[in-house]
């Protein structure tokens, strides 16, 4: 499929001077014969106890490799016009790459194709925390130090060193970067896009189309900070289409830079941007999240609300139909439970979303079918999608595996978790009981340290009851003692971050913090904000208020509101006046 198809009618296709001689075209195979309907995929369970391995198996590429190979993966990353090449992190931190070689994007320092993995030694002993890759290829890598590498293809500078020679081997790239510490990265087609500790936004590489968010359409041979719109804003995400560009803030506004012949700007028009234009559209939102696609958006809001724009000749939008929208549409509806992630990358036409119920959704380009709307699959992991749905079959992240060939100690210790065959102590809680081992809650929590080596009738004890908290709540401290997970809904969640409050347990008043997070809406956020402020919870204070402030007027009509004691009401709207809340 060509690039032109996915203009609007009327519009010409503007190739920026690109030529098959030259680049490889950033285009997906033709498409496979469109199958037959797909199963109906298995019941899902109501609660998954143990968390889903992903098995690379799933992408061709590493059925290259041995089981003794497999298994040393940590990290790992399929990329590629047609996923013919792969770079993957071992449990030691060590970088191998296998595949084509096209553009020398394997950096092995040769322009040779191999199907036995080679070693990177220029980056050995570095922990890679981002990566990204884009059409040619070429290759963006983070290191938990902050730096950033690069190589492969060079033909508009998209590796930032003033240059236009294929990279052959990793560069360390670092032109206006002195002292700055990056933290994540992002590819285009052709160019490149890095995001510092302090939110600050540099661009790079090809600039057809103004995706380098300069003001102009020069080619930028080196990173430039991306300024406009985004002086003095502090940016936390970005993502790349093929030629355009986006940036997610603090305060969840989205600004979107470059090629927009589809909308995939979301600004209402298709006309290009050459320096960032804010989506107007989500005005009131609050975005975490943006994923790109060849040539569509997605975001995903603060509420778990999902938004698509941009092209859909693929279905890829999930509104049910094939036209392309210049603005922001809320899709997946009518879905129960809140969306957590989304997923989408500029080589394919695919996207994904997971809920919170852990159920995965596939729509789009799907081995050669178009899905115009979100389906269920059988999946538990939004990675799945793309390994076996997506043309061609990349990675849309740097993907991070388990592997469940034998129980580790951790493994073990979840297995026995509430085992009565093992177990020397039962708690019981309203009227049920919990089965633990005494060794377990000694070696994890000071608190039953001091219960069962101390004089403590309950040391003699073989139940104990429990009857200042629920069930749920306690249950989940034991099991979390046993896992270091935590599985409740924000409800509970409150009564465990009680629990770990008395009890000192600052790791899991964090977890807690995050699950209340992650689960947070108009009609339950204030009373998440009193709770917060309740169990001395700064940050998640901080949070729940922000949200509250976001959403203030859908807040001051729920019952929680106005049920609110009078001190913590007077001092809300004290706060949120000091920060302008009120001021239309």
Same mark, same amino acid.
């Given at each position: ?179 700055? =510490? ?255 081992? =005494? ?143 009120? =001021?239309?």
């Amino acid at each position: 499929m060509s690039q032109a198809s996915l203009l609007p009618e009327g519009r010409s296709r503007d190739t920026g001077g690109l030529t098959t001689s030259n680049l490889p075209p950033p285009v997906p195979p033709a498409p496979i014969p469109t199958p037959g309907p797909c199963p109906t995929p298995p019941p899902r369970r109501s609660r998954v106890r143990y968390p889903a391995m992903v098995d690379v198996g799933k992408w061709p590429l590493f059925t290259l490799l041995g089981a003794s190979e497999v298994a040393s993966i940590r990290q790992a990353c399929v990329f590629g016009t047609s996923a013919n090449e792969a770079i993957y992190i071992t449990h030691d931190d060590e970088i191998f790459v296998f595949g084509l070689n096209c553009s020398n994007c394997l950096g092995t320092g040769d322009s040779q194709s191999t199907i036995v993995p080679k070693k990177l030694d220029f980056l050995r002993g570095k922990k890679v925390v981002s990566l990204s890759y884009g059409s040619g290829p070429h290759v963006l890598l983070v290191t938990d130090e902050g730096e950033l590498f690069a190589w492969g293809h060079n033909g508009y500078s998209q590796l930032g060193n003033g240059t236009t020679n294929q990279g052959v081997a990793p560069i360390l790239v670092s032109t206006n970067l002195q002292n700055k =510490k990056i933290r994540e990265v992002a590819c285009g087609s052709h160019h490149s896009m890095a995001l510092t500790q302090d939110g600050e936004v540099f661009a790079w590489g090809y600039n057809n189309c103004g995706q380098v968010g300069s003001g102009s359409t020069a080619n930028q041979p080196t990173p430039r900070r991306v300024t406009n719109c985004l002086q003095g804003k502090v940016v936390t995400g970005i993502t790349c289409g093929q030629t355009s560009s986006m940036a997610v803030l603090d305060n969840g506004e989205v600004f979107g830079w470059g090629y927009n012949g589809n909308g995939q700007l979301g600004v209402g028009n298709n006309g290009n941007q050459l320096t960032p234009c804010r989506l107007a559209t989500l005005q009131g939102r609050c975005v975490l999240q943006i994923a790109s696609g060849y040539a569509h958006t997605l975001a995903l809001t603060d509420e778990g609300l999902l938004f698509a724009w941009g092209a859909n000749t693929y279905g890829q939008l999930g509104t049910g139909n094939k036209s392309n929208q210049l603005s922001p549409v809320q899709i997946m509806t009518e879905k129960e439970s809140r969306i957590v992630e989304i997923a989408a990358c500029h080589s394919t036409h695919t996207s994904a979303s997971k809920t919170q119920s852990g159920q995965v959704y596939m729509w789009g380009q799907c081995r050669g079918q178009s899905v115009v709307l979100p389906f269920l699959t059988h999946f538990s992991s939004t990675d799945d999608v793309f390994g076996c749905f997506a043309t061609p079959s990349v990675m849309w992240r740097l993907l991070s595996m388990e592997h469940d060939d034998f129980l580790t100690v951790a493994q073990s210790l979840r297995k026995e978790f509430d085992s009565p065959e093992t177990a020397d102590l039962k708690f019981c809680v309203d009227g049920k009981y919990i089965h633990v081992h =005494k060794a377990v809650l000694k070696i994890r929590c000071e608190h039953f340290r001091s219960m069962f080596q101390s004089h403590w009738t309950e040391d003699m004890k073989e139940v104990i009851e429990i009857d200042q908290f629920s069930y749920p709540v306690y249950r989940s401290f034991l099991e979390f003692l046993y896992t270091d997970n935590v599985d409740l809904p924000p409800e509970d969640a409150i009564g465990l971050l009680d629990l770990a409050t008395s009890y000192c347990e600052n790791r899991l008043k964090r977890l807690c913090q995050h699950i209340i997070k992650r689960g947070i809406t108009v009609e339950n956020a204030f009373s998440l904000l009193s709770a917060a402020v309740r169990y001395d919870a700064e940050d998640l204070e901080e949070f729940c208020f922000k949200f509250c402030v976001n959403h203030l007027t859908a807040v001051t009509q729920t019952t929680a509101f106005w049920q609110v004691d009078g001190n913590m009401l007077k001092e809300f709207i004290c706060r949120a006046s000091r920060c302008g809340a009120f =001021k239309n």
